[in-house]
């Protein structure tokens, strides 16, 4: 059986010491029956309040600068969610003709398929 990835900074590099499971990359240590825990999705809401998944697709409702280059995303813009994560950035996400980035959900309507 694989060992989960770390929940903290996602490495794949994991590895169980006794009851442990530990991260290389960052020194995390948990228990194997917690990372049972953390692979039920975070509740993610888009702009419009409707429940984000991981493989949706969306649009950008508003214009995003994108932090430490001078481009601009603009409205319209699609994007398909990878994953969902806790934090400021909630959306792990692959944005048009741009790249893999992190969004925040506030900024994302989810399309009609």
Known sequence: MPLPPCPNCQSSYTYADRDLLICPECAHEWKLDESSQ???PASVRDA???PL???DQGTLIK???VKG???VLKVGTKVKI???VDGDHNID???DK???MMLKSEFVKKANN
Do not use: A, P
């Open 38 to 40: 953390d692979d039920q």
């Open 48 to 50: 419009n309040g409707n």
């Open 53 to 55: 998944f991981e493989g």
């Open 63 to 65: 214009d995003l600068k």
């Open 69 to 71: 280059s001078s481009n």
């Open 82 to 84: 990878n994953r969902i």
């Open 93 to 95: 996400c692959r944005v």
């Open 98 to 100: 741009v790249g893999e």
